[in-house]
């Protein structure tokens, strides 16, 4: 299976290196040695399945490790990597995980868990493709609930009749169309189990696995059940079984299966925390060495069962990243070096890079607050003195305490806006226009208050 057949856009997977550091641009300021990695990881993806099956089976991933301080988009590049791609992605921390005999989650479950990302990933899209037919299936089913089919009681087909049926049946469509209905109650037809699995296990004080729960759930038989709902609710469950109708679950799983072992992305976030060595004794270092080695045979490469089947690892790509203030990259297990060959520096953000962040891109913290601002009819605008006095404040914070990156912006913009957030709309509407003043006087008791600590993520 090629990967550009389930992308969600047009030959998405097939473009270029300096395409996708272009969009990547959009969403993350500096790091190019970082972006230029990832890109050629990505495009080698689409130049690999080309190739002929005999070669195209001996090709692996050139996994990759970024370094650098927190805050610096380490996270978001790998994300926005699988957006552009139409991949499955899984962030996980390496700390959730240790070896037998400690407290941890079994190194496997990374894999399923991509699984469930994929199979979500496909759904979503196979949905997307027929949703036009979903949407009017769930219509008529809810029009004949609301307004029940014509019956003929001997009447015979009498036209005037049909058509006083039908602009009746029109005037409830264009009702329901319109949100009118929404709170109206209807009594829907559904199946469900007799014998409430969930129940069983809860009710024994045990955590059930939800893939687990499924494979139960067909021992078990089914009985129709009416159920009152809103229309709100019942156009949720309706559209539901119409989706199940009309997508093959065995076929969406398969491609899902396939699109995990020949795309999929795992980032590995804070694999710094595992790197180091045993001395003797045990304690902390066989345990983070005990990581390590769990983790060697999934990327190398392994057979991993899921409920959906199996899947080899082989060709996916991982990424991890770390800030390696105290361990280095060289204190990793020389096996694990070796599958991590690509190693990127990140820089630490400045002053100019906050300004970037606040200003150009595409999703900035300004554009989502002017965004959750204007529902409430207040047009916040941010002049240009202020988003340099912004980024001015979150880097002598940085300085000063400890070195966030971006996440500085966040902490600062919501103490900034705090009071306005508030009283919008009771006491504020219209137009607001945040200067470099008032960013100083909101924002003077952070820089003097030497005890900085409740505004630290």
């Known amino acids: 299976m090629e990967i550009r057949e389930l992308s969600p856009q047009p030959d998405g997977s097939q473009l270029t290196c300096h395409e996708i550091v272009a969009i990547l641009d959009r969403h993350i300021i500096g790091q190019a040695d970082a972006k230029?990695?990832?890109?050629?990881?990505?495009?080698?993806?689409?130049?690999?399945?080309?190739?002929?099956?005999?070669?195209?089976?001996?090709?692996?991933p050139n996994n990759i490790i970024l370094i650098g301080p927190t805050g610096v988009g380490k996270t978001?590049?790998?994300?926005?990597?699988?957006?552009?791609?139409?991949?499955?992605?899984?962030?996980?921390?390496?700390?959730?995980?240790?070896?037998?005999?400690?407290?941890g989650r079994d190194v496997d479950s990374m894999v399923r868990d991509l699984v469930e990302n994929a199979v979500n990933l496909v759904r979503t899209r196979k949905e997307g493709e027929v949703r036009g037919e979903?949407?009017?299936?769930?219509?008529?089913?809810?029009?004949?609930?609301?307004?029940?089919?014509?019956?003929?009681?001997?009447?015979?087909?009498?036209?005037?009749?049909?058509?006083?049926?039908?602009?009746?049946?029109?005037?409830?469509?264009?009702?329901?169309?319109?949100?009118?209905?929404?709170?109206?109650?209807?009594?829907?037809?559904?199946?469900?189990?007799?014998?409430q699995i969930?129940?069983?296990?809860?009710?024994?004080?045990?955590?059930?696995?939800?893939?687990?729960?499924?494979?139960?759930?067909?021992?078990?038989?089914?009985?129709?059940?009416?159920?009152?709902?809103?229309?709100?609710?019942?156009?949720?469950?309706l559209y539901e079984e119409e989706a199940a109708r009309r997508l093959d679950d065995d076929r969406l799983t398969q491609q899902a299966l396939e699109l995990t072992e020949q795309g999929g992305i795992i980032f590995i976030d804070e694999i710094d925390k595992i790197a180091g060595k045993g001395g003797g004794g045990g304690g902390p270092d066989v345990s983070r060495e005990g990581v390590q080695r769990d983790?060697?045979?999934?990327?190398?490469?392994?057979?991993?069962?899921?409920?959906?089947?199996?899947?080899?690892?082989?060709?996916?790509?991982?990424?991890?990243?770390?800030?390696f203030h105290v361990a280095k990259p060289s204190d990793l297990i020389p096996e694990l070096q070796g599958r991590f060959p690509v190693r990127v520096e990140l820089d630490s953000?400045?002053?100019?890079?906050?300004?970037?962040?606040?200003?150009?891109?595409?999703?900035?913290?300004?554009?989502?607050?002017?965004?959750l601002l204007d529902v409430d009819q207040c047009q916040l605008r941010f002049d240009e003195a202020s988003i340099h006095e912004l980024a001015r404040v979150a880097s002598e914070l940085n300085k000063r305490m400890e070195n966030i990156g971006a996440r500085r912006l966040q902490t600062i913009l919501a103490q900034l806006l705090d009071d306005l957030l508030f009283e919008v709309p009771q006491s504020r509407t219209g137009p607001f226009e945040v200067t470099a003043a008032f960013v100083k006087e909101r924002l003077a008791g952070i820089i003097k208050d030497e005890d900085l600590t409740r505004y630290i993520l």
């Open 295 to 323: 983790l060697l045979p999934i990327v190398e490469g392994t057979t991993v069962s899921t409920k959906y089947g199996t899947v080899n690892t082989d060709h996916v790509l991982f990424i991890a990243a770390g800030a």
């Open 134 to 195: 979903i949407e009017t299936a769930v219509e008529e089913r809810l029009l004949d609930l609301l307004f029940p089919p014509l019956r003929t009681d001997g009447q015979g087909d009498d036209p005037e009749r049909k058509q006083r049926w039908q602009r009746s049946r029109d005037k409830v469509r264009d009702q329901l169309r319109q949100g009118v209905l929404e709170d109206r109650n209807v009594t829907i037809r559904t199946q469900q189990s007799k014998v």
């Open 36 to 60: 230029r990695a990832v890109a050629i990881a990505l495009r080698n993806r689409w130049r690999r399945m080309r190739l002929p099956e005999a070669v195209r089976r001996e090709v692996v």
């Open 349 to 371: 953000l400045n002053e100019g890079d906050f300004v970037k962040i606040l200003r150009d891109t595409d999703s900035s913290l300004l554009k989502q607050y002017q965004a």
């Open 76 to 103: 978001e590049i790998a994300r926005r990597l699988a957006q552009i791609g139409g991949l499955p992605f899984l962030k996980v921390e390496a700390t959730k995980f240790t070896e037998k005999g400690y407290v």
């Open 198 to 237: 969930a129940n069983i296990f809860t009710s024994a004080g045990m955590d059930m696995d939800p893939g687990f729960e499924d494979s139960l759930k067909g021992m078990f038989p089914k009985q129709t059940v009416e159920k009152e709902l809103s229309v709100a609710q019942a156009r949720k469950r």
